[in-house]
């Protein structure tokens, strides 16, 4: 059984920065890609960034810049540090792994969730 837990939500003013963290846990063999994805009240889940094991970095273009997408493979951990955030950020944020298991292969995971506020 793998899981991925979120931590570093919470409510921010607008204009300030937050770092998320996602770490992944149980019988793991190996992780491909990590990332991050954000639902916003009413709107469909949607990328934020991804990053493969050799740290090779994609982002959705509306937040190039502003976000930074990082991952420490030996504490199978992904993080997104989030700059200069606007209230059009306030979303759940999800991590998910592309997670290699015994017997299984590979699956992809995600998180619960963590809440990102941003107050104007």
Same mark, same amino acid.
């Given at each position: 059984q793998?899981? #991925? =837990?979120?931590?570093?939500?919470?409510? =921010?003013?607008?204009g300030g920065s937050l770092r998320l963290s996602c770490a992944a846990s149980g019988t793991i063999l190996i992780i491909n890609d990590m990332g991050w994805y954000r639902q916003a009240p009413g709107k469909q889940r949607e990328l934020v960034a991804t990053i493969t094991r050799g740290g090779s970095a994609n982002y959705a273009d509306s937040l190039k810049? *502003?976000?930074?997408?990082? *991952? /420490?493979?030996? $504490? &199978?951990? =992904?993080?997104?540090?989030? &700059?200069?955030? $606007?209230? /059009? /950020?306030?979303?759940?944020?999800?991590?998910?792994? /592309?997670? *290699?298991?015994?017997? #299984?292969?590979?699956? $992809?995971?995600?998180?619960?969730?963590?809440?990102?506020?941003?107050?104007?």
């Amino acid at each position: 059984q793998v899981q #991925l =837990v979120e931590s570093g939500g919470g409510l =921010v003013q607008a204009g300030g920065s937050l770092r998320l963290s996602c770490a992944a846990s149980g019988t793991i063999l190996i992780i491909n890609d990590m990332g991050w994805y954000r639902q916003a009240p009413g709107k469909q889940r949607e990328l934020v960034a991804t990053i493969t094991r050799g740290g090779s970095a994609n982002y959705a273009d509306s937040l190039k810049g *502003r976000f930074t997408i990082s *991952r /420490d493979n030996a $504490k &199978n951990t =992904v993080y997104l540090q989030m &700059n200069s955030l $606007k209230p /059009d /950020d306030t979303a759940v944020f999800y991590c998910n792994a /592309d997670v *290699r298991v015994p017997m #299984l292969g590979y699956a $992809k995971y995600w998180g619960q969730g963590t809440q990102v506020t941003v107050s104007s």
